[in-house]
């Protein structure tokens, strides 16, 4: 290459080098300067889970400086109380909140109206629907007739106050929905002016919605969404746990699998696994039931299904406790969101659950029964003489290793620590008595 060809490709390096480092610059600061939108997606019951995923929408929001936050919704509603945490953040939001029944099919039941009409932009799909509103009492009976007459008029003023701005039929519908429960389509919610637009997807919505006014912590707001950047916002994996256990055929399961845990708890005590995994599975059971606002009769029920279940292993009955049992389990899963559209429970799965749980401790029964009535050599006298050390402190009943196996125990001198070696000098039922070896020194236990 000549000395020409070499200075014309240098200065042709060089014009290209000039132009990444202007025009890229350029087209990057376009892109930033387009307005962003934040889309959330949420379906099922309205839960806490809902207030905070959209706390943490608003500070993204406001870390991104977006112009607007679209919450898809499908909900068959949700408690008065979760519903009205939802509507005060609304209500308070630093940065407008387009609340989109999405997809077609969906709909924004119950507390899912008010989320709807609360919201700074309200749109839906087609084929969608909202409405049905009328308040429901926690115990699944009817209510008072005082009682239902506040909370209803209470839930009108509330409704009302945030649909009048949208005209006297919006306010007018609103307060059917509540009263007599009225349901609109999205064509009759549009016309009532309940929402202000139909769309397909996101990005219609915010073509449909560009250069609307809205009204923001008292302050009038003109969104600007022409050549939006919408970005996904997805639920963190704590939030979609949380809400994943917010169902009541889940929320009965957890329940179920804590009662069998802590049943082979009793029945093998000192391994202390089934246990814990018992007492998680029951925390997350009755946080499930306290979303989903359970009535008073459904938990009694329940309470009283596992107490005969647990009955069943303790006191042999031929299975009387646990078909009782069984019963109750049953009643207690037709009863507990008694009323609730947002929670129904799988009659199936229920009737499911209640066979496995009466089967189990039908079985507990018998292996319990059959190790009783082993030869001497695992019994009463097979066991007196034996020398064991203590697992957990005796004061005075704890944990033992005899022979092997871990017992329950009850020290006939006193508290007795771990380390200590013990001698069995009987039985009591399936719980050993033992007193303290004299004559030997306390060493750590082992197995």
């Keep these: 290459m000549n000395t020409k060809g070499r200075t014309l490709w240098s200065l042709t390096v060089l014009l290209l080098l000039v132009w990444a480092n202007i025009v890229h610059p350029l087209a990057a600061l376009a892109q930033s300067e387009r307005p962003q939108v934040l889309v959330l997606t949420f379906e099922g019951p309205v839960t806490p889970v809902l207030v905070s995923y959209l706390e943490r929408a608003e500070k993204e929001a406001l870390q991104r400086d977006a112009e607007l936050i679209v919450l898809r919704l499908d909900t068959p509603g949700g408690s008065v109380e979760v519903m009205g945490d939802v509507v005060r953040h609304l209500d308070n939001a630093q940065v407008p909140v387009a609340v989109f029944v999405w997809p077609s099919g969906a709909r924004a039941a119950s507390a899912g109206t008010f989320v709807v009409l609360a919201a700074h ?21 009817e209510m008072d007739e005082t009682l239902a007459r506040k909370i209803t008029n209470d839930l009108v003023a509330s409704i009302r106050a945030h649909a009048e701005r949208r005209g006297p039929d919006a306010a007018e519908w609103a307060e059917l929905a509540v009263r007599e429960a009225v349901v609109a389509t999205a064509d009759e919610a549009l016309e009532l002016g309940l929402i202000d637009a139909i769309a397909r997807d996101v990005p219609d919505l915010l073509e ?18 022409r050549d939006a950047v919408i970005v996904e916002l997805p639920m963190t994996p704590l939030e979609q746990f949380l809400h994943t256990i917010a169902d009541p055929n889940i929320a009965l ?5 804590a009662g069998v845990a802590i049943l082979i708890e009793l029945q093998s005590p000192g391994g202390y696994v089934a246990g814990i995994f018992g007492v998680i599975a029951l925390v997350l059971g009755f946080y499930a039931l306290g979303v989903l606002d359970a009535n008073f009769a459904g938990l009694g029920l329940l309470l009283l299904a596992f107490f005969l279940f647990f009955l069943e292993v303790l006191s042999p009955s031929v299975g009387v406790f646990a078909l009782g049992g069984g019963i109750a389990f049953v009643l207690a899963g037709l009863l507990l969101f008694n009323g609730r559209e947002y929670a129904t429970v799988s009659l199936p799965f229920l009737l499911t659950m209640a066979v496995l749980l009466v ?35 005796l004061t005075p009943e704890g944990i033992v290793h005899v022979h ?44």
């Design 404 to 447: 092997g196996e871990v017992w329950r125990a009850r020290s006939l001198n006193g508290t007795l620590d771990v380390g200590r070696r013990v001698r069995v000098v009987g039985l009591e039922g399936m719980t050993l008595l033992v007193e303290p070896v004299e004559d030997e020194t306390p060493t750590v236990a082992s197995t």
């Design 253 to 257: 399961l957890l329940l179920s699998l």
């Design 121 to 141: 932009v309200a749109a839906m799909a087609p084929k969608t629907t909202m409405g049905a509103a009328s308040p429901v009492d926690a115990s699944g009976a």
């Design 208 to 225: 449909q919605v560009d250069g609307v006014s809205v009204e923001v912590q008292g302050e009038p707001h003109t969104l600007h969404l």
């Design 359 to 393: 089967l189990f401790s039908i079985f507990v029964l018998t292996t319990v029964v059959r190790l009783r009535k082993k030869p001497p050599v695992t019994g009463q006298e097979g066991m007196i003489g034996l020398v064991g050390v203590v697992r957990e402190p």
